[in-house]
DNA sequence: GACTTTAGTCGCAAAAAGTGACTAATTCGC
DNA sequence: GCGAATTAGTCACTTTTTGCGACTAAAGTC
């Protein structure tokens, strides 16, 4: 129970698997297999051999059945927070999960973002971390096209974008911004909700661009 | 010499330290403790109840005397290669240093970025990373400010960023964006550089700012 | 058919950014 | 001492980007 390493692993790898729900970002948790009362992020130890990339999709994988359509790594967590599995480091990752393929296998749950189940010290510090992650790399990768399915609306395009920014978009700034980046293509659908006008259809489908001319930005406001 | 985990320490802690020489960026190597033919990155083996944070700090201080202004973790490299240390996997860290200080302890030498000496494939694969990090914070955290002394001219900076970004600046166009930041404060010292007018000394010291009032960005070029 | 709802576009005004030319203060060569 | 060279610092103009309100379009509802 002290800070002792585990004899049998170095380290584990987590993951944290974000999906959108409704109006919402949701994670994956489960049933932790040491304290069966608590939650916990999926994690499995080190294996001999396996590199870090397919040691969290086949965390992945177990989970959903499915390794996620884009992941990345957040970063190694030890800092004598506590983790389940009582090892000394972590190496954490962000799996993003379209919300169509998210049924989850038995005995995993989506939770809220804003009303998670309380969680070891250690995996609450890699949620925040991931959900850093998320916003910092929103202008940098196509974060939000990886939570739609692979066919979506403009409007839920900026749906999804207003739900990772934390704030509202107006509606032509937004599209004469995606025009003119030549990440998205119209397919030939149409799709009708119920009320109001029917929708065009898009794809992520990015094209070569020059890249932009621009300067410096300072774009952050304290160390 | 197989892929056998050390049984002494489960990971090491790497440690790139950036400074700027003259007109590169450079950084800091020393020969290997196992392969003394070999130069690699300072690193330690991880202690029992030592945080990463304090574990990189120890590591810069053992090079440099004093830890870095500056450091952020980049992550953790395993996927089988090689390391000098044979362990599983490094958690790597980037620290800045002011070339003022950046005298190095007998056995540390700085090295030109453009020119660098073979390394272990993970070094060469966490500098790599180090790079790519410093690149995509450079607009979200005052990268350039710590790796100049305490006060500097305003030329100064904008060759510093040039230096990072590596491509000319207007110099126009960036002293407005940086007045727009509220990032300096001018000292009431000169330098004089020997030919030309002297250039006013400045000061970090980031001033509260309304965060600017923007849409999106979709700055990724691909995938 | 009028009203509501959602999609999609237009065009103006304001803000931000690129750029060349200008003024200022110093050293160097003579 | 004086003009050329060099570096600092600013200005004013143009172009580009962005915010935003108002508009048209196509569906359902009553």
Do not use: C
Request: charged share 25%.
């Amino acid at each position: 129970m002290r800070e002792r390493p585990s004899r049998t692993s170095p380290y584990t790898v987590d993951v944290v698997l974000v999906t959108a729900m409704g109006n919402e970002l949701a994670i994956l948790l489960t049933r932790g297999s040491t304290d069966r009362e608590r939650w916990a992020l999926p994690w499995r130890a080190a294996q001999v051999g396996e590199t870090l990339g397919t040691a969290s999709a086949r965390v992945a994988e177990d989970a959903l059945g499915d390794p996620p359509i884009w992941a990345e790594q957040i970063g190694a967590f030890g800092d004598a927070k506590r983790h389940p599995s009582e090892v000394e480091i972590s190496v954490a990752f962000v799996g993003l999960v379209p919300h169509r393929t998210a049924s989850p296998i038995t005995g995993y749950t989506w939770f809220p973002m804003r009303d998670l189940p309380p969680l070891s010290p250690r995996q609450r510090a890699i949620v925040e971390a991931a959900t850093r992650t998320i916003q910092s790399r929103l202008d940098q990768a196509p974060i939000a096209f990886r939570l739609l399915p692979p066919t979506f609306t403009l409007s839920e395009l900026q749906q999804m974008y207003e739900l990772l920014l934390g704030k509202r978009l107006h509606k032509a700034s937004f599209r004469r911004a995606l025009q003119g980046a030549w990440l998205v293509e119209p397919t030939d659908e149409w799709r009708n909700e119920g009320r109001g006008r029917p929708a065009q259809l898009y794809r992520y489908s990015p094209k070569k661009r020059r890249r932009p001319h621009r300067g410096v930005r300072f774009d952050f406001l304290y160390p």
